[in-house]
């Protein structure tokens, strides 16, 4: 390739860069500045709080006295809950479908995968009237529980990862006197790492991510998760751009620390999977 | 037919997928038959429901708000797959070219998919904001004192809607075709240069074929994620102004848990169903025809 068309390829993906990361750039720009400088003409690009005495003092307003420490925890709570719930679930389902003998186990595998395609949209009404009836409403419970039943994404990812290992692991494990959970929680398991950090990744980011059910069985502010919170800060106090920028960053951080730390996995799951 | 027979060695696979069985009964299974049911009701959530027949279906196709949602959906799927699929496959296609640094554009441009969707959309809201927005701002700047109301006037807030569903899911999709372009040999684009094939002619004749299996797949996903478009619309427009940015998705949000109407909400939640399942069925039609296999 000759050197112009390259300078031509890097100036699109420098192009394509700046547009992707300037939100974040102006997030964390503006968390950091006086409510006086939000609006200046033309673009004022310091951080004078920064550079004052107290510089995290728009996140210590969030945090403290705009409820984001209330809203942070209880997203950590529920995000944390569900994940675990993804990853227990779904291996086990998962290592079901790969490696033990059941009639019909396919056919149930075909629905597990069909009815994942099956938008939110679609079951959320009756969602909403089966916890009703439950007595959830206003609770995590909706948030939390279905995460412990089913997943399709995880259990179809799990199934591919066991199933790519060899049996012979087992049958020497079997012959030993191991039970069948036993030969699936001391062997295959510990195996299945990489694939389980993705799934309990993935399932944390969507889960912290999630707006439509809390929307719809949250009501008490205490409850609210990390969106419900930016949301209902924004209609409240629509100018105070600082405040809500910084907690805008605060719930962005952890998604991107557990990226960065996880990436390896993560991208693998990812591409893998396809559906998210 | 022979039933299965079920033994006592059966348990075990049985008690694994407990779990599963009992989530798919009653998260999955019963809400999509439920969700039928009360498409034929007449149903606002305080009252007893009554049954309704096919009023709610004919009233879907009669009332100028849902005629109007279906096409602002149409509309939002025409812009939105074309954009976010074409901006993904020209990024992957230039980042697989061997360029340095393509660990840090990879990661930049996934960036806006990993992060907290409510959070990003806050900021894109300043960005298209009337008074004091950063891009009327920064017309303003530049000497142009236009200053549209890019989320309050009903020609561009549609446009906003997808310019910031692009931005989020392009680096989604750029991931994805990144891992089929990683699988094509370089030998045929070394063989094809011998023969004097240039750039363009590379991309048609070899990239294209030999990533149409990953292209279709992104294609159907970018489809499908069209039709459900909820969170950006909810923190950007809140479906405003007038119902222009109000798809499918977010139309039976609002019927059913704004206006409680949860009959129509749930026949509006099985037009989207048949419009995922015909989705579905084009994609195996049109899958055997266009991918390279």
């Given at each position: 390739m000759?050197n112009r068309?390259l300078w031509?390829l890097?100036?699109?993906?420098a192009?394509y860069?700046?547009?992707a990361?300037?939100p974040f750039?102006?997030?964390?720009?503006?968390?950091f500045?006086?409510?006086?400088?939000?609006?200046?003409i033309?673009?004022?690009?310091?951080?004078?709080?920064?550079?004052s005495d107290t510089p995290?003092?728009?996140?210590a307003?969030?945090?403290?006295k705009r409820?984001?420490?209330?809203?942070?925890?209880?997203?950590?709570?529920?995000?944390?809950?569900?994940?675990?719930g993804q990853?227990?679930t779904c291996?086990?389902?998962g290592?079901?479908?790969a490696?033990?003998?059941?009639?019909?186990?396919?056919l149930?595998f075909?629905?597990?995968?069909?009815t994942?395609f099956v938008p939110?949209e679609v079951?959320?009404?009756?969602?909403?009237?089966?916890?009703?009836?439950l007595g959830?409403i206003d609770t995590w419970?909706p948030?939390?529980?279905?995460?412990f039943?089913?997943?399709?994404?995880?259990?179809?990812?799990?199934?591919e990862?066991f199933?790519?290992?060899?049996?012979e692991?087992g049958e020497?494990?079997v012959i030993?006197?191991?039970?069948p959970?036993?030969?699936?929680?001391r062997?295959?398991l510990p195996?299945?790492?990489p694939?389980?950090?993705?799934?309990?990744?993935?399932?944390f980011?969507?889960n912290?991510d999630?707006?439509?059910?809390?929307?719809i069985f949250?009501?008490?502010?205490?409850?609210f998760?990390?969106p419900l919170?930016?949301?209902?800060?924004?209609?409240q106090y629509?100018?105070?751009?600082?405040?809500?920028?910084?907690?805008?960053?605060i719930s962005?951080?952890?998604l991107?620390l557990?990226?960065?730390?996880?990436?390896?996995?993560v991208l693998?799951?990812?591409?893998g999977?396809?559906?998210k | 037919?022979?039933l299965?027979?079920?033994?006592r060695?059966h348990?075990?696979?049985?008690a694994?997928?407990a779990?599963?069985?009992?989530g798919?009964?009653?998260?999955?299974?019963l809400?999509?038959?439920?969700?039928f049911?009360?498409?034929f009701?007449?149903w606002?959530?305080?009252?007893?429901?009554?049954?309704?027949?096919?009023?709610?279906y004919?009233?879907?196709?009669?009332?100028p708000t849902?005629?109007k949602?279906f096409?602002?959906?149409?509309?939002f799927?025409?812009?939105?797959?074309?954009?976010?699929?074409?901006?993904?496959?020209?990024l992957?296609?230039i980042?697989?070219?061997?360029l340095?640094?393509?660990?840090f554009f990879?990661?930049?441009?996934?960036?806006?998919?990993?992060?907290s969707?409510?959070?990003?959309?806050?900021?894109w809201?300043?960005i298209?904001?009337t008074?004091?927005g950063?891009?009327n701002n920064?017309l303003?700047?530049?000497?142009?004192?236009?200053n549209?109301?890019?989320l309050?006037d009903?020609?561009?807030?549609?446009?906003a809607?997808?310019i910031?569903?692009?931005?989020?899911?392009?680096?989604f999709y750029?991931l994805l075709?990144?891992a089929?372009?990683q699988?094509?040999?370089?030998?045929?684009y070394?063989?094809?240069?011998?023969?004097?094939?240039?750039a363009?002619q590379r991309?048609?004749?070899?990239?294209v074929?030999?990533?149409?299996r990953?292209?279709f797949?992104?294609?159907i996903v970018?489809?499908?994620k069209s039709?459900q478009?909820f969170e950006?619309?909810y923190?950007l427009t809140?479906?405003?102004p007038?119902?222009?940015?109000?798809?499918l998705?977010?139309?039976?949000?609002?019927?059913a848990?704004?206006d409680?109407?949860?009959?129509?909400a749930a026949?509006?939640?099985?037009?989207?169903?048949?419009?995922?399942?015909?989705?579905?069925?084009l994609?195996?039609?049109f899958?055997?025809?266009?991918?390279?296999?």
């Open positions: 000759n068309a031509a890097y100036l699109v993906l192009a860069a700046v547009i990361l300037a750039f102006w997030m964390i720009l503006t968390s500045k006086e409510q006086r400088d939000l609006f200046r033309p673009p004022d690009f310091t951080p004078t709080v920064l550079f995290l003092k728009n996140y307003e969030v945090w403290t409820d984001f420490v209330i809203y942070f925890r209880n997203s950590v709570i529920v995000s944390f809950l569900a994940a675990i990853v227990m291996s086990l389902a290592y079901a479908f490696k033990m003998e059941l009639p019909g186990k396919n149930l075909a629905v597990v995968l069909a994942a939110a079951t959320i009404i009756p969602e909403f009237l089966l916890m009703r009836w959830w419970l948030l939390i529980v279905p995460s039943l089913v997943g399709a994404f995880g259990t179809f990812m799990l199934r990862y199933g790519a290992l060899p049996d692991y020497a494990a030993d006197g191991a039970n959970f036993q030969v699936f929680r062997i295959y195996l299945a790492q694939a389980l950090i993705a799934i309990f990744v993935i399932a980011i969507n912290w999630e707006l439509l059910r809390p929307l949250l009501n008490s502010p205490e409850l998760t990390v919170g930016l949301l209902s800060f924004f209609s629509e100018a105070a751009w600082h405040q809500l920028m910084a907690g805008s960053v962005v951080l952890p991107i557990v990226y960065v730390l996880t990436q390896r996995y693998q799951g990812f591409m999977g396809g559906v | 037919m022979k299965p027979r079920y033994t060695a348990l075990w696979p049985l694994f997928l779990p599963t069985i009992v798919l009964l009653v998260f999955r299974l809400p999509i038959f439920w969700s049911g009360l498409s009701a007449d606002q959530i305080f009252d007893a429901p009554s049954f309704a027949g096919l009023d709610n004919v009233g879907l196709f009669t009332s849902t005629l949602v096409r602002v959906s149409a509309l799927t025409l812009l939105y797959v074309p954009g976010a699929v074409g901006l993904a496959l020209a992957a296609v980042l697989n070219s061997g340095k640094g393509m660990a990879r990661g930049a441009f996934f960036l806006p998919y990993i992060t969707v409510v959070a990003v959309t806050l900021v809201r300043w298209f904001a008074r004091f950063l891009l920064a303003d700047w530049i000497g142009i004192e236009a549209p109301a890019w309050a009903p020609g561009f807030a549609l446009p809607v997808v910031v569903s692009v931005w989020r899911d392009a680096g750029m075709l990144l089929g372009l699988t094509i040999n370089d030998e045929y070394e063989a094809a240069k011998v023969d004097g094939a240039n363009w991309f048609r004749k070899i990239t074929p030999l990533l149409s990953s292209l797949f992104v294609l970018a489809l499908i039709t478009t950006i619309t923190a809140e479906g405003g007038n119902g222009a940015t109000t798809t998705a977010f139309a039976i949000y609002h019927r848990f704004i409680f109407e949860m009959g129509q026949a509006l939640s099985y037009v989207l169903c048949v419009v995922l399942g015909l989705l579905t069925l994609n195996f039609h899958r055997r025809r266009w991918v390279h296999e």
